[in-house]
């Protein structure tokens, strides 16, 4: 790897930020000043240093975010805030990505990384991961809902979604509601609603199988995922 693309990665800056440390001679390669960029590194074996502190490489990160609303979920936008946006600087320049999409108004568990084939696998429908939401609906939801859902609903495109699992929590002229789908079809969990003549009033994903969302975790805040999370959702398919 490129010297000025590992220090870049490793949240120094950059490209141009990283060309004024070299310029600077405040980065060091096995003992030896660096001054340029273009030098090949390998981050398990070399020695690299900025300022006397050790360059540590990582090639994945993991960040479980609790999305508030308000925030789309994308990697840049030019008018609304993004979950990126979120992270602190350091963490952003790791170039991480939200795997799978909540909508602007949608709350709860969003995995960000940049690991491509861990958020293929997760997103994946022909592996069936459940994902798993909490909802506030307009008006009471039925038995004769959960057993359409089961069946799965048509929606307003034709698209006849897979079968998913309803729960009723509360009924009481609105309804609490958990749905766990194993897709993810634009607004799918607002869609499938409406196609039983009802809206939902508020939305949070709660879990992602059996990974659920930190209830310690403030909305907008974050957090890296333990090695045992990461292997829990390396092993879902």
Do not use: C
Request: glycine share 6%.
């Amino acid at each position: 790897m490129r010297l000025d693309k590992l220090l870049a990665h490793s949240g120094f800056g950059s490209r141009k930020d990283v060309k004024q440390l070299l310029k600077s001679a405040r980065v060091t390669v096995n003992d030896k000043k660096a001054s340029s960029g273009k030098i090949h590194v390998n981050p398990e074996l070399d020695q690299v240093y900025v300022d006397g502190e050790r360059v540590v490489y990582e090639e994945f990160v993991y960040f479980l975010l609790n999305k508030p609303a308000g925030v789309i979920s994308a990697t840049e936008d030019f008018k609304d805030k993004t979950v990126i946006d979120l992270l602190d600087p350091i963490d952003q320049s790791k170039s991480p990505f939200p795997v799978g999409r909540l909508d602007k108004d949608t709350e709860g568990l969003l995995l960000l990384t940049n690991d491509g084939k861990l958020a293929h696998q997760l997103l994946s429908p022909k592996n069936n991961i459940g994902k798993t939401y909490y909802a506030i609906i307009n008006q009471e939801v039925t038995e004769a809902d959960q057993i359409a859902f089961k069946n799965g609903v048509v929606l307003d495109d034709g698209y006849q979604t897979k079968p998913a699992e309803l729960v009723i929590l509360t009924n009481d002229g609105t309804s609490e509601v958990e749905l766990t789908i194993t897709e993810g079809k634009f607004h799918q969990v607002k869609r499938m609603f409406e196609a039983v003549g009802k809206r939902v009033i508020y939305l949070k994903r709660i879990a992602m199988a059996e990974w659920k969302l930190d209830p310690d975790l403030g909305k907008g805040k974050y957090r890296r995922l333990t090695e045992e999370e990461i292997s829990y959702l390396k092993q879902l398919n």
